[in-house]
Nanobody, 122 residues
């Protein structure tokens, strides 16, 4: 069982930065790929970014490429999503998730955080 805890989130002005964190207590974190997904009101959950277990490979949705950066610190059991140049359309509930091998497909992720709200004001 992998538990994921997401502190953070919040309200930010358009153009501003925000960093999300996801903590995964336990000894399995460094063996899992990690991903970030988001779901806006009335929309389906969509892929945002993913990172391999070692951190050596990263993947991004086209909509966030160049603005968001996923990273991880295996010593701290934490994965981060640095979001820059935020836009109102980035407003959503953001979820971190764990998977044996990094993937862009949400149905491959077995473990999910509770989600954290990100609101970008124009």
């Amino acid at each position: 069982q992998v538990q994921l805890v997401e502190p953070g989130g919040g309200l930010v002005q358009a153009g501003g930065p925000l960093r999300l964190s996801c903590l995964a207590p336990g000894r399995t974190f460094s063996r899992n790929g990690m991903g970030w997904f988001r779901q806006a009101p009335g929309k389906e959950r969509e892929f945002v970014a993913a990172i391999s277990s070692s951190g050596g490979s990263t993947y991004y949705a086209d909509s966030v490429k160049g603005r968001f950066t996923i990273s991880r610190d295996n010593a701290k059991n934490t994965v981060y999503l640095q979001m820059n140049s935020l836009k109102p359309e980035d407003t959503a509930v953001y979820y971190c998730a764990a998977v044996p091998r990094a993937s862009v497909y949400s149905n491959e992720y077995a473990y999910w955080g509770q989600g954290t709200q990100v609101t970008v004001s124009s």
